[in-house]
């Protein structure tokens, strides 16, 4: 999961350093690398993160209190964060959320590699 998420970033800030120096000196190789590296490495950093929720779920289930995940407030106004709920939410948004960034991440891709040409119309 780090190592994914990490080989994504490299190119992509260095594709951001060069384009604020100068946006038309980016080498193509690395605009390829930026716009289209995702689409081994989302799904790879994706699964990554979800098989670490999924994984925690017994161990903040047992140990929530033993760990200090669940944080009780001193009245009735503050609300108490309990990880373990934390974690279900985060594991049942982000399944169904993840095609949503990846399907992002493509149509980026598409407006960046493939840009449509303006045809000037003449009079």
Do not use: C
């Amino acid at each position: 999961m780090v190592s994914a998420w990490a080989a994504i970033e490299v190119p992509r800030y260095l594709f951001y350093v060069i384009t604020t120096i100068d946006k038309d000196s980016v080498p193509y190789v690395l605009q390829w690398l930026r716009y289209s590296l995702f689409v081994v490495l989302y799904p790879a950093g994706i699964t990554g993160e979800v098989l670490s929720i999924w994984n925690s779920l017994s161990d903040i289930s047992k140990n929530g209190k033993a760990l200090g995940v669940i944080i009780e407030q001193p009245n009735a106004w503050n609300i108490q964060y309990n990880h373990v709920i934390v974690a279900y939410i985060l594991f049942a948004v982000y399944v169904p959320g993840s095609p949503f960034m990846i399907l992002n991440m493509w149509n980026s891709r598409q407006r960046a590699m493939f840009p449509k040409k303006v045809e000037s119309k003449k009079a």
